[in-house]
């Protein structure tokens, strides 16, 4: 699977991995708090999201944005994996209307992104985690995930 991929960012029923270095990897309003009404999803390789955008100018993208994001033979350098989830976990925002929260103190360990309440011991899936992880964590208590594929067709 996506070994390298650690979580970055939850949303409802989704969760977001990057292969970037946590510490590395940003979304729109990823430092302002409260996060639920504030951030939005991981920005992929390429800030633009447009695959193509290597593509349309014939050669490797050279805008200060984005050109550390591709390979020199033309393919993104890292990527984002998007999981639907579903199990007996709450995230940060959870009994409060605005959190005290923003992605990045979520991701540097302030809390996890999701935790039990009905279980004991508790189980805290935390910001870093990689997929084989959480799968493990979310199958433990009787939930399910489920994968993302590519839309080129290619299943793995």
Known sequence: MSENH???YVSGS???????????????DWNDAPYE?????????CWHNEPVHVAKRGSLCKC?????????DGTPGW????VAWEGPFIEPDAGCLNSR??????????IAWLRTEDIDPPIYIWGGTT????????????????REFPATGDLP
């Open 101 to 110: 929260y923003s992605v990045q103190m979520i991701n540097s360990g302030a």
């Open 6 to 8: 650690v979580l970055c």
């Open 14 to 28: 989704w969760a977001y991995f990057t292969s970037k270095p946590l510490k590395e990897q940003w979304g729109d």
């Open 64 to 72: 200060s944005s984005c050109f550390q994001d591709w390979n020199s």
């Open 79 to 82: 990527s984002i994996v998007k």
């Open 131 to 146: 997929i084989d992880e959480f799968i493990t964590l979310i199958l433990q208590v009787g939930g399910r995930v489920w």
């Open 37 to 45: 009404h504030n951030a939005g999803t991981p920005y992929g390789p």
